[in-house]
């Protein structure tokens, strides 16, 4: 089981005096009727939407990416994408340093998330992830052919499965080593020759004045917490998505060398934050 990521206490947040519990009411409410008005569509959709496309889903997907971009609006928080999103099924990798992140992302493309078991369990996320069509696995190498077969099942769906290598979140100011077993079923004879994976970075700015780690998430950090700061906060930083190339896997080696070329283009992209 991977360790939460911890490299010290978390960011100060201002004291949140009356204006700052006013302005995360105006965007708290708006932003739970949006994410939860959304699943209830999303749910009445996939009624009709299932048992004629299965796996497939033509629809429902529009209706997250409409959600996810809505957020950011109601947040005031500027969002951007760079890059192309690759067309076709396959493998998209990034990486992971806040709860923002499955807003960002979905924003910019129609994906589908790959997380722990765990996740399903857990109250509203995991309802929200079960919604999306999320792929749920268990970190048991027992599990690997069970894994291939669903990876192989969702990518003759059309599917883009999303993947956060570092198998942790971190403050967003570096990217942690990948873990080369995550690409072990990728190698597959089966998937090898039909998976093509893209690196993404996830790049957050603080608001101005704030700490760099603002956006940040991990550790022990709660989340209501976190969420209170982020809808209270006077001024909004943003979010850049960057689509980097994608990649075959034919073309390397072994997990390891894949591992280790992604993790490397994923920093790449962390490296110019003034870019905008």
Not at 30 to 48: D, E, K, M, T
Not at 61 to 67: A, C, G, K, R
Not at 153 to 174: M, N
Request: net charge positive; hydrophobic share 45%.
């Amino acid at each position: 089981m991977t360790s939460p990521w911890n490299a010290g206490a978390p960011p100060i947040h201002a004291q949140i005096g009356v204006s700052g519990f006013t302005r995360a009411i105006l965007r708290g409410v708006p932003l739970f009727l949006l994410v939860f008005g959304g699943l209830l569509l999303l749910l009445l959709v996939r009624l009709f939407e299932r048992p004629v496309y299965g796996l497939r889903r033509p629809y429902t997907p529009y209706i997250t990416q409409f959600v996810c971009r809505s957020a950011f609006v109601i947040l005031g928080m500027g969002f951007s994408r760079k890059g192309v999103p690759m067309t076709g099924a396959g493998a998209v990798v990034a990486n992971h340093s806040s709860w923002l992140d499955i807003f960002a992302l979905n924003a910019s493309k129609r994906i589908y998330f790959v997380s722990k078991a765990e996740v399903a369990a857990w109250p509203g996320i995991g309802w929200l992830a079960r919604a999306t069509g999320t792929v749920f696995i268990k970190r048991d190498r027992n599990k690997a052919r069970q894994h291939i077969d669903v990876f192989k099942d969702r990518l003759a769906a059309g599917h883009k499965l999303l993947f956060f290598p570092e198998g942790t979140s971190t403050d967003g100011q570096l990217v942690l080593a990948f873990k080369p077993t995550l690409f072990a079923a990728f190698f597959d004879p089966v998937l090898i020759d039909r998976m093509r994976v893209q690196p993404v970075t996830v790049r957050y700015e603080a608001p101005q004045g704030a700490d760099p780690r603002f956006y940040g998430w991990w550790g022990d950090m709660d989340f209501g917490p976190h969420l209170l700061a982020t809808l209270a906060a006077p001024r909004q930083g943003r979010v850049t998505v960057i689509y980097h190339q994608p990649v075959k896997l034919t073309d390397f080696a072994d997990r390891k060398h894949l591992a280790l070329a992604l993790e490397t283009t994923v920093r790449s992209g962390l490296a110019h934050r003034s870019d905008q």
